[in-house]
C-alpha cells in the first residue's frame, strides 16, 4: 500500500506541478528573454477559388471556406505573409492552370506569388484545382496541382486545402508543411474519466481514440503515426499500451507490475524510451529504460536515486534528454541512448522540466519556472549555450507538456491561461519565437499532454 502511494505522489509531483512548487523563485534569471525571429516572409495573395458549378464571383458558400482555410494554413505556415486584398474569384476554363485571365491577373497584381483555383463536383466527387504564379516567372505557372475525392465533407475539402497549403511550403522553402499532420491529447470528461482524443493541427474535429476503463496519459507517436503509445491504468498500476489507429489494436508493452510513465519512440520506430519504478530498490522513484520493441528486451539506462522521468530522443536517435531530482530539484539532463555520458545541461532556475527535442535538433523545448512568471517553456540549444523564454502570462498561467511540430517552427502546449479556462487546461500552438499564440481547444472539461504527429507519409 505505501509503495502504491509513494508512486502516486511521485505522479503527481512531476504532472501536477503547480501544487508543489514553491511559491516563489530567488534564483535571478538574467539570461532569459524573448526572441523574434528574422524570416523574411514570401508575400502571397490568394486571389480566390471559384465554385465551377453555380459561377460564383461574390466569396459567398464554398469558394469563400477554401480562401479562409488557406489563408489561416499560410499565415500559421511563417514562410508567407498574406496580402490582405480582395478576391477576384475568377472563374477557370478547360485550360485549367494556363487560363489566361488569371495569370494576367496575377501579373498585373505585382505580387510576388498568387494562388487561386476553381472547386468542382463530378461523379460524387469533390474536384479542386489549386494553381499558383511566381511574380518571378513570366510564362510558367509556379505549381499547379488538381485533388479528387469521396464522400464530399467539410473535412474532405478542408484536407484538399490544407494539402495545397503544404505544396506551396514545400516549393518555396523545400521542407514539408505541417497543415496535414494531427495533435493526440488527453480530455477529461465530467466523470474525471481521462482518454485519447485527436485534432487536426489547427484544431478542427476532435475525436475520441480510446475509451479505456480509467485514465489514458502522456501519449506520443510512432514515426510513421501510424500508432500511438501511451500509459493506462490497470488494477491501480500503470501499464504501457502500443495502439495501431487504423486497426484499433492494442499491444501492452509494458506491464501493469509498477510505475510506467512518459513512453517515446525513438526517430527510428525500433526502440521505447520510458519511466519506470519496476527495477527500484528506492521506494518507487523512477528510472529511464529502453524496449526494443521487437524483441521487447528491456534495459535500464539510469540507476540513481531520485525521480527520472519525461524521456526525449535526439532527432538522429543517439541521445536522450530527461528529467531528474538527484540535484534536488528537477533539472534536465542529456545522456548517450546506452545511459553513458550524462550531463546535465540546465543550471539556472529550480525547477526545468519535460524536455521536448526539437526534430531539427537545434532546441529542446522544457517547463521552466521563472520568477514573476511562473511556469513557462522555454528552450535551450542541446550544448546549453543558449536558451530563450518562449511564453510569457503571470504566475497563475501555468504552461506545461510542449511538443514540437514536425517543421520545427511550432509547438502544442496545455496552459491554465485564458480569462475563461477556470483554470483548467486547453491546448495552445505558438511560434517557436514566442509569437502566434493560437488556442486549439474549446471548451470541454480538461485538455491537456498534447503530443504532434510526424508529417504526413
Not at 54 to 64: F, L, P, Y
Not at 432 to 442: R, V
Amino acid at each position: 500500500m505505501m509503495k502504491h502511494v509513494t508512486q502516486l505522489i511521485l505522479l503527481a509531483f512531476f504532472f501536477v506541478l503547480p501544487c508543489v512548487v514553491d511559491a516563489e523563485e530567488n534564483d535571478a534569471e538574467v539570461f532569459l528573454e524573448t526572441h523574434r525571429s528574422e524570416f523574411q516572409k514570401i508575400p502571397i495573395w490568394i486571389m480566390g477559388f471559384a465554385d465551377g458549378e453555380t459561377r460564383q464571383q461574390d466569396g459567398a458558400g464554398i469558394g469563400e471556406q477554401v480562401n479562409a482555410i488557406l489563408k489561416a494554413d499560410l499565415r500559421r505556415t511563417q514562410v508567407f505573409e498574406v496580402l490582405e486584398r480582395s478576391t477576384d474569384m475568377l472563374p477557370l476554363s478547360k485550360a485549367g492552370c494556363r487560363e489566361k485571365i488569371p495569370i494576367e491577373k496575377a501579373r498585373e497584381s505585382a505580387a510576388p506569388v498568387v494562388t487561386w483555383g476553381k472547386i468542382g463536383r463530378q461523379d460524387g466527387k469533390l474536384l479542386i484545382e489549386a494553381c499558383a504564379h511566381d511574380g518571378g516567372e513570366t510564362d510558367v505557372i509556379a505549381v499547379g496541382k488538381r485533388y479528387a475525392g469521396a464522400p464530399i465533407t467539410i473535412r474532405l475539402l478542408r484536407s484538399m486545402v490544407h494539402r495545397w497549403a503544404d505544396e506551396l511550403v514545400a516549393h518555396y522553402t523545400g521542407d514539408p508543411g505541417i497543415a496535414q499532420t494531427r495533435i493526440i491529447y488527453v480530455s477529461e470528461d465530467k466523470a474525471g474519466r481521462r482518454d485519447l482524443f485527436m485534432m487536426d493541427y489547427d484544431g478542427f474535429g476532435p475525436k475520441r481514440v480510446t475509451s479505456d476503463p480509467k485514465l489514458s496519459l502522456m501519449p506520443n507517436w510512432s514515426p510513421d503515426r501510424r500508432s500511438v503509445v501511451y500509459t493506462t491504468y490497470r488494477q491501480n498500476n500503470q501499464e504501457i499500451v502500443w495502439f495501431e489507429l487504423g486497426k484499433k489494436k492494442k499491444r501492452i508493452l509494458v506491464s501493469p507490475e509498477t510505475l510506467n510513465i512518459t513512453p517515446t519512440v525513438s526517430p527510428n520506430g525500433r526502440l521505447l524510451a520510458y519511466a519506470s519504478a519496476k527495477d527500484s530498490a528506492t521506494q518507487g522513484n523512477s528510472d529511464i529504460f529502453i524496449m526494443n520493441l521487437s524483441t521487447e528486451i528491456t534495459k535500464q539506462l539510469t540507476d540513481h536515486r531520485s525521480a527520472e522521468l519525461s524521456p526525449t530522443w535526439s532527432p538522429d536517435g543517439r541521445e536522450l534528454a530527461f528529467t531528474s531530482d538527484r540535484s534536488g530539484r528537477p533539472q534536465i539532463y542529456i545522456m548517450k541512448a546506452d545511459g553513458s555520458h550524462v550531463r546535465r545541461l540546465t543550471w539556472k532556475g529550480r525547477h526545468n522540466a519535460a524536455p521536448a527535442w526539437s526534430p531539427r535538433g537545434d532546441w529542446i523545448a522544457y517547463v521552466c519556472r521563472i520568477p514573476g512568471y511562473g511556469l513557462k517553456l522555454c528552450r535551450i540549444s542541446p550544448d546549453g549555450k543558449r536558451r530563450v523564454r518562449i511564453t510569457s502570462g503571470p504566475p497563475s498561467e501555468i504552461d506545461d507538456s510542449p511538443s514540437w511540430a514536425p517543421n520545427g517552427r511550432h509547438l502544442v502546449f496545455s496552459s491554465t491561461r485564458g480569462k475563461q479556462s477556470g483554470r483548467r487546461n486547453h491546448i495552445y500552438m505558438i511560434h517557436f519565437d514566442g509569437a502566434g499564440l493560437e488556442q486549439l481547444t474549446k471548451g470541454g472539461i480538461h485538455h491537456s499532454s498534447p503530443a504532434w504527429s510526424p508529417g504526413p507519409e
